[in-house]
């Protein structure tokens, strides 16, 4: 199987800058510029990847890209961060080695994305499961917390990280993730307090204002105007592609996932919003007895609002911007600070309460990413850090940061050089010394403990005395005067003493990158990194939880008079601890570079790109590379690629594959000077030797190119050939099959048509003889009959005469009552009751019979029709019937009834809860429940009334509460009168000395008069032991109402209030009811 070598394959420029030829800073440059405009931002120098930032998105970090570069050689695919990550991560799994990646590059050259597609990769091809899972997610949501506090936009980059990070992840056994641990280096804790023109403050600030609810911001007494701050910056408080909002929801969830607590969340969020509300804090002057200035606050509602944040005494704060306690030995002194003092002390408690917040922060992650198992681990660093910066004003911070390179660079050159003479050894090469600069004079020029430029910054900043830049520039000036990289004013190194390129107050250092020009002012203040003991106790008093873990210093009981550790000291230590660490490590390097300044694709500078080649020691990372032999190869994937040059080789090769290689190197007369033969591997002293080698194959691969097409178009043509003669025999045979299947259908065919002629014809002929014969016979039985019958008529003549008539009368009548019926039958009407439809009468005769014969189809009907109905229906239309006899032609009101079925409990008496204690003072059945009006003989006026109607009696109750009004036995009830007009009023007479009838008739009135006249005429009929209620229908019935009696009277007519009935009090004795007119 060949091993592809896509460094070598279809090229664009050169992959791997070890083979570029011929090698110059111009070639380096354009093969760069060649490569990023076809989007190869990725290009190696060995095993260093050098990344282009390319200012866009490219289709290359995929799921399917990843698994494209899983378990893959490192040369075997094109140039990509995934190889080198992926190599990284098999060493680790596989051979046990510890890795590290180092990222360096300048602002805006992509290091902190370039961070996230290595973690990326590495989460995306290690284990699965929860607990892995979790662990990579917890890894992966630590960026944006830190790039919130940690990152800012400056004039090179929106998302530039203005601290150094280090992150181990620790894997076990199996390459799976454990946790993490991380690092950081010098957060850029001046950008606090000031920003340069067109920067902006940490990302944090912006992204709170912007993304807090309402709220939250009422809670941190903030407000959403970033111009009421005045630590943030306002001409570039918002920035194209960046939404504030969104990243802030991106944050509080990402807290959320690493572990944070909601009260930590809250407390964090409060001291941004101390830091915010400090720098709105102003002081003025005001004068002492002593002629000494004093400063105080000018307008105390921040510093008010500040203290209320973190819980400090007004009074405490106030008293620390004002006033410096001095202690030496026992005593104390109290100083007042003039203005100036008290805004240096309050950005020095800014930049303080903010980098000591990020060191919390990047603490308390650790605290939740850290590994759980005390078990051996594995361990990956991944190392983003400031790159070399050379500006036109260069302070305290760059010389740092410049010093970490220097020891970066240091490092880089030693574990190259030991990586290259280990494999030399490895495989039995003699090594060669290699020229190289060694960077290790310019260390020690910056860290040495005695004269180093460091040790001397310190000393400065704590001898007594008046201590200046200006003094600390002389002391350079004295110590380092004779050394060779370094350059001022007054060293003996200065090539002229008047250089105005070297002003005054500036010295110069030849770093291994290039000449950089420091101007002291500022060393001295930002080495000691001094807050006052006031404000740190001012803080320890607080009541915030967390402002006392990050002033501990403050605490009354723990006063150390001891001067604590300036910035610099603190930094040479951790990058000590660094360099140690990464010494432990396998390195992997990835170098970015910005094409341009602009942020935007498609433009390569070249000044700037050479600048940073120039910075990042990449001529000679080549050169320390190509020192010995530019390339190297294992024998087998060498042999598999060139075998195809040799005969001997070609196509399989039997021997060993070193045995091979030297055949073939042989073969192709390599001068021997050109390569060299190690134990696993071939290497290759010229990149010209491995483009010979390349160009004989690019020929060789043409010409077996041809020879393949050539023996593949023959194979073609041939089995095309083939293919066409046998389905050309094919053809043939099933033409031929079909030729003689067609020709054999046609004999049949005409042989069945000749057949069927034939046998047609003696058919006819058999069938015209029977026909004959049958002719014949009919002929003769049909002279036979009649001569018989002649004979008979002639015999029984006499006879016939007699009877012919009745018998004929007879049959005539059978044939037609048979018609009737079968007629009848056909014509019968259909099974409903009320179908009045009957056929029509045929004959005169039959008119008896047929009106019997419908009466009888009628009452058949009828008695199947009720056969169907249930015992509930038969009492329904028992009933109707009921209503019918009483009131049919008799009451205006019956037709409107009799489609309206008769439901009996129109209230629901049993379920309604309102009518339930009702229902339990009826002891019988109720078979009607309805409201009724009873009228009143004073004005005719009706009140709505409950009737309610049993076996036994008949009950009035009051309508709202349920209370019954009456209650009447069945057996005092004598008659029940209605009138004949179309109202709904009825009276209910009782009989004469009962003892419901004190207070006299009822006089009743209700839509469901049919059906309650109706149920009372049954319930009264089906009672043996009482008579039947007689039912009187007259325009005009007496009603007695307790000892008189009043005469009703319907007439009709349009009452004046309506189109209803209305019942009107005429006199004492007349009552009138006006009914419509129908």
């Known amino acids: 199987?060949?091993?592809?070598?896509?460094?070598?394959?279809?090229?664009?420029?050169?992959?791997?800058?070890?083979?570029?030829?011929?090698?110059?800073?111009?070639?380096?440059?354009?093969?760069?510029?060649?490569?990023?405009?076809?989007?190869?931002?990725?290009?190696?120098?060995?095993?260093?990847?050098?990344?282009?930032?390319?200012?866009?998105?490219?289709?290359?970090?995929?799921?399917?890209?990843?698994?494209?570069?899983?378990?893959?050689?490192?040369?075997?695919?094109?140039?990509?961060?995934?190889?080198?990550?992926?190599?990284?991560?098999?060493?680790?799994?596989?051979?046990?080695?510890?890795?590290?990646?180092?990222?360096?590059?300048?602002?805006?050259?992509?290091?902190?994305?370039?961070?996230?597609?290595?973690?990326?990769?590495?989460?995306?091809?290690?284990?699965?499961?929860?607990?892995?899972?979790?662990?990579?997610?917890?890894?992966?949501?630590?960026?944006?917390?830190?790039?919130?506090?940690?990152?800012?936009?400056?004039?090179?980059?929106?998302?530039?990280?203005?601290?150094?990070?280090?992150?181990?992840?620790?894997?076990?056994?199996?390459?799976?993730?454990?946790?993490?641990?991380?690092?950081?280096?010098?957060?850029?804790?001046?950008?606090?307090?000031?920003?340069?023109?067109?920067?902006?403050?940490?990302?944090?600030?912006?992204?709170?204002?912007?993304?807090?609810?309402?709220?939250?911001?009422?809670?941190?007494?903030?407000?959403?105007?970033?111009?009421?701050?005045?630590?943030?910056?306002?001409?570039?408080?918002?920035?194209?592609?960046?939404?504030?909002?969104?990243?802030?929801?991106?944050?509080?969830?990402?807290?959320?996932?690493?572990?944070?607590?909601?009260?930590?969340?809250?407390?964090?969020?409060?001291?941004?919003?101390?830091?915010?509300?400090?720098?709105?804090?102003?002081?003025?002057?005001?004068?002492?007895?002593?002629?000494?200035?004093?400063?105080?606050?000018?307008?105390?509602?921040?510093?008010?609002?500040?203290?209320?944040?973190?819980?400090?005494?007004?009074?405490?704060?106030?008293?620390?911007?004002?006033?410096?306690?001095?202690?030496?030995?026992?005593?104390?002194?109290?100083?007042?600070?003039?203005?100036?003092?008290?805004?240096?002390?309050?950005?020095?408690?800014?930049?303080?309460?903010?980098?000591?917040?990020?060191?919390?922060?990047?603490?308390?992650?650790?605290?939740?990413?850290?590994?759980?198992?005390?078990?051996?681990?594995?361990?990956?660093?991944?190392?983003?850090?400031?790159?070399?910066?050379?500006f036109e004003d260069n302070s305290f911070e760059q010389f740092i940061i410049n010093y970490c390179n220097e020891k970066l660079q240091q490092i880089f050159i030693e574990l190259t050089l030991r990586e290259e003479q280990e494999e030399y050894v490895r495989e039995g090469i003699e090594w060669t010394n290699i020229k190289y600069f060694n960077n290790a004079i310019i260390c020690h020029l910056i860290e040495n403990n005695k004269n180093g430029i460091l040790a001397m910054l310190d000393e400065e900043c704590l001898r007594p005395g008046t201590v200046t830049d200006e003094t600390f520039l002389d002391k350079l000036n004295t110590v380092c005067a004779e050394h060779q990289h370094f350059e001022s004013r007054l060293s003996k190194n200065s090539k002229f003493l008047?250089?105005?390129?070297?002003?005054?107050?500036?010295?110069?250092?030849?770093?291994?990158?290039?000449?950089?020009?420091?101007?002291?002012?500022?060393?001295?203040?930002?080495?000691?990194?001094?807050?006052?003991?006031?404000?740190?106790?001012?803080?320890?008093?607080?009541?915030?939880?967390?402002?006392?873990?990050?002033?501990?210093?403050?605490?009354?009981?723990?006063?150390?008079?001891?001067?604590?550790?300036?910035?610099?000291?603190?930094?040479?230590?951790?990058?000590?601890?660094l360099m140690k660490n990464l010494l432990t490590k396998n390195p992997n390097y990835i170098r970015c570079i910005k094409p341009n300044d602009k942020k935007a694709p498609h433009i390569f500078t070249e000044s700037l790109v050479c600048h940073q080649v120039r910075y990042l020691g990449l001529m000679e990372n080549v050169r320390v590379r190509r020192a010995g032999y530019a390339f190297r190869q294992a024998y087998e994937p060498c042999l598999e690629r060139y075998k195809m040059l040799c005969k001997q080789t070609w196509p399989h090769w039997k021997g060993p594959p070193r045995e091979g290689v030297e055949v073939l190197l042989t073969d192709l007369q390599v001068p021997v000077e050109e390569y060299a033969y190690g134990r696993s591997k071939i290497f290759i002293r010229n990149p010209r030797t491995l483009f010979f080698l390349e160009e004989k194959r690019r020929q060789c691969l043409e010409d077996l190119a041809t020879l393949i097409q050539k023996i593949y178009r023959g194979w073609k043509c041939r089995t095309q050939f083939q293919l066409l003669k046998k389905s050309q025999v094919v053809v043939a045979a099933w033409y031929k099959r079909y030729a003689q299947q067609k020709k054999y259908q046609n004999i049949r065919c005409s042989a069945l048509v000749v057949q069927s002629f034939i046998r047609g014809w003696k058919a006819r002929k058999i069938l015209r003889e029977l026909k004959y014969k049958k002719r014949c016979e009919e002929a003769v039985t049909t002279i036979s009959a009649h001569w018989h019958g002649t004979q008979v008529r002639r015999e029984y003549r006499k006879f016939f005469r007699a009877n012919a008539g009745k018998k004929i009368y007879d049959f005539t009548i059978q044939k037609i009552m048979q018609k009737y019926f079968l007629g009848?039958?056909?014509?019968?009407?259909?099974?409903?009751?009320?179908?009045?439809?009957?056929?029509?009468?045929?004959?005169?005769?039959?008119?008896?019979?047929?009106?019997?014969?419908?009466?009888?189809?009628?009452?058949?009907?009828?008695?199947?029709?009720?056969?169907?109905?249930?015992?509930?229906?038969?009492?329904?239309?028992?009933?109707?019937?009921?209503?019918?006899?009483?009131?049919?032609?008799?009451?205006?009101?019956?037709?409107?009834?009799?489609?309206?079925?008769?439901?009996?409990?129109?209230?629901?008496?049993?379920?309604?809860?309102?009518?339930?204690?009702?229902?339990?003072?009826?002891?019988?059945?109720?078979?009607?429940?309805?409201?009724?009006?009873?009228?009143?003989?004073?004005?005719?006026?009706?009140?709505?009334?409950?009737?309610?109607?049993?076996?036994?009696?008949?009950?009035?109750?009051?309508?709202?509460?349920?209370?019954?009004?009456?209650?009447?036995?069945?057996?005092?009830?004598?008659?029940?009168?209605?009138?004949?007009?179309?109202?709904?009023?009825f009276a209910l007479k009782l009989k004469e000395g009962a003892t419901s009838a004190a207070k006299g008739d009822f006089l009743l009135s209700s839509d469901r008069l049919i059906e309650i006249i109706t149920k009372l005429h049954r319930t009264g009929a089906a009672s043996a032991d009482r008579n039947q209620i007689k039912i009187d229908i007259a325009d005009e019935f007496l009603v007695q109402f307790k000892q008189d009696k009043v005469c009703v009277k319907f007439i009709q007519g349009a009452p004046k209030n309506g189109n209803g009935v209305a019942c009107k009090r005429k006199n004492n004795r007349l009552l009138e009811v006006s009914v419509p007119s129908p």
């Open 1 to 390: 199987m060949e091993v592809k070598t896509s460094l070598l394959d279809n090229m664009i420029g050169v992959g791997d800058m070890v083979l570029l030829d011929p090698l110059s800073e111009d070639s380096f440059i354009e093969n760069l510029k060649n490569r990023f405009e076809h989007n190869e931002i990725y290009t190696y120098i060995g095993s260093v990847v050098i990344s282009m930032n390319p200012y866009k998105s490219l289709p290359i970090y995929t799921a399917e890209k990843v698994e494209e570069y899983r378990n893959r050689n490192f040369y075997e695919l094109s140039p990509h961060i995934y190889a080198l990550a992926d190599e990284a991560y098999r060493s680790l799994r596989d051979q046990d080695k510890d890795q590290c990646i180092l990222i360096t590059g300048e602002s805006g050259a992509g290091k902190t994305e370039a961070s996230k597609f290595v973690m990326s990769y590495v989460a995306a091809v290690c284990g699965k499961g929860q607990e892995v899972n979790k662990v990579k997610e917890q890894l992966l949501q630590s960026n944006p917390v830190l790039e919130a506090f940690g990152n800012a936009k400056t004039m090179r980059n929106d998302n530039s990280s203005r601290f150094g990070k280090y992150m181990d992840i620790e894997f076990d056994f199996k390459g799976d993730p454990l946790g993490g641990v991380i690092s950081n280096y010098l957060l850029e804790k001046s950008r606090v307090v000031k920003q340069p023109r067109g920067e902006r403050n940490f990302h944090i600030f912006y992204q709170l204002l912007s993304g807090a609810s309402e709220d939250t911001l009422k809670k941190l007494k903030l407000d959403r105007d970033f111009s009421k701050y005045n630590y943030l910056s306002l001409d570039s408080a918002t920035v194209n592609g960046l939404d504030d909002a969104a990243s802030f929801r991106t944050v509080r969830n990402a807290m959320q996932i690493v572990g944070f607590m909601e009260d930590e969340v809250q407390s964090v969020l409060e001291l941004v919003a101390a830091v915010l509300k400090l720098g709105n804090i102003e002081f003025k002057p005001e004068s002492r007895v002593n002629g000494f200035d004093e400063s105080r606050v000018k307008d105390k509602n921040d510093l008010k609002e500040m203290c209320e944040l973190l819980g400090i005494e007004q009074s405490v704060l106030e008293r620390a911007f004002s006033f410096r306690t001095v202690e030496a030995k026992m005593e104390k002194v109290s100083t007042t600070l003039n203005v100036a003092q008290a805004y240096y002390a309050r950005d020095a408690l800014a930049k303080n309460l903010y980098s000591r917040l990020f060191s919390w922060l990047v603490n308390r992650i650790n605290e939740s990413i850290k590994a759980q198992t005390k078990a051996r681990k594995k361990v990956m660093g991944v190392l983003d850090i400031y790159g070399f910066e050379i």
């Open 498 to 577: 008047t250089d105005h390129s070297l002003p005054h107050n500036c010295f110069r250092i030849q770093h291994y990158a290039g000449k950089v020009l420091y101007r002291v002012e500022g060393f001295v203040d930002k080495n000691n990194d001094l807050l006052y003991r006031d404000l740190s106790q001012a803080m320890y008093k607080a009541n915030h939880s967390l402002i006392k873990l990050l002033f501990p210093e403050g605490n009354p009981a723990k006063v150390n008079l001891k001067r604590p550790p300036t910035a610099g000291f603190q930094f040479r230590a951790s990058v000590g601890t």
């Open 824 to 985: 009848l039958k056909k014509t019968m009407p259909s099974m409903s009751p009320i179908d009045k439809s009957w056929p029509a009468r045929p004959y005169g005769f039959l008119d008896g019979t047929h009106q019997e014969l419908r009466r009888m189809f009628h009452l058949w009907r009828c008695k199947k029709y009720r056969s169907q109905f249930t015992e509930e229906k038969k009492a329904t239309y028992d009933e109707k019937l009921a209503a019918s006899k009483l009131f049919k032609d008799k009451k205006a009101l019956y037709p409107n009834s009799v489609g309206q079925p008769f439901k009996g409990d129109y209230l629901e008496i049993n379920k309604n809860p309102k009518y339930q204690k009702l229902n339990s003072l009826v002891e019988d059945k109720v078979l009607l429940a309805d409201v009724v009006s009873k009228i009143n003989r004073a004005n005719g006026k009706g009140a709505p009334r409950l009737f309610l109607l049993t076996k036994k009696n008949f009950v009035l109750a009051d309508q709202k509460t349920g209370q019954v009004k009456a209650s009447v036995p069945l057996l005092e009830l004598s008659s029940v009168s209605v009138s004949t007009q179309n109202d709904g009023f």
